[in-house]
Structure formats: C-alpha cells, structure tokens
C-alpha cells in the first residue's frame, strides 16, 4: 500500500511538472536582404576631433566600418588608406568644410557619414 501512494505521488508529480512547462521557443527566422542584423553594413566608433578649428589646424574624422568591402572619404586623405577596421579621414582646411565618408558593402549598398567642420581666423 505505501508503495502504491508513493507511486501515485510521484506520477501526480510528473504530471504537475509537465503541466507547468512552457514550449520550447521559436526558431527565429533567417533575416531578409535588407534587414538591420549583424550582417548588416554599419559605422561605429565615428569621431570628429573637433568641430571648430583655426586656419591651418588638422582635423581628424576617425571611424570603423562593419561589413564593408570599401571605403571613401573626402576631402582629406586616410591616415591608414582606407583601413575598414579603423581609420581616420585627416585634413586641415582654409574654409569651413563638409566632410563625408562612404562605405559600401558586397551586395553594392551605401552608408555615409558627414561631419560639418567650421574654420576660424
């Protein structure tokens, strides 16, 4: 008999437990083409030196690019040429300057920062 209630019991347990589970979560779909994911081409750690400088100081527009096959920038040169992982756009203007660099991707899409840099006297 106490074989039996402890049977019982530990089926009533089994039961309350598998009662209590929640499904499994999911499968999250793969992204489409053109979603934002970790795949997608991006900018991050984008810097301005400044954004206020005298005639003749240089300026330095820095950045890193995710999941970019190619980079331009202008006016100035790339410190590294180009270096997707980090680079820096250098330049020292007369004038006040708009700065813009570009990224493209594999599949020919195009991300751009711009930076506004004015020159005083």
């Known amino acids: 008999m106490m074989a039996e209630v402890k049977y019982t019991f530990l089926l009533a347990l ?10 499994p ?19 991050y750690d984008v810097s301005l030196n400044t954004d206020n400088v005298k005639k003749g100081q240089q300026i330095s527009f820095c950045f890193k690019a995710k999941n970019a096959v190619m980079v331009r920038g202008f006016p100035g040169k790339f410190f590294k040429n180009g270096a997707l992982d980090g680079d820096c756009l250098v330049h020292t203007p007369d004038v006040d300057t708009l700065y813009n660099i570009e990224v493209t991707g594999s599949d020919g899409s195009k991300r751009s920062q711009k930076a506004f840099v004015k020159v005083r006297p």
């Open 25 to 43: 979560p999911e499968p999250k779909p793969a992204a489409a083409e053109g979603d934002v994911d970790a795949g997608a081409l991006d900018f």
């Open 14 to 23: 089994l039961f309350a437990a598998s009662c209590n589970r929640q499904p």
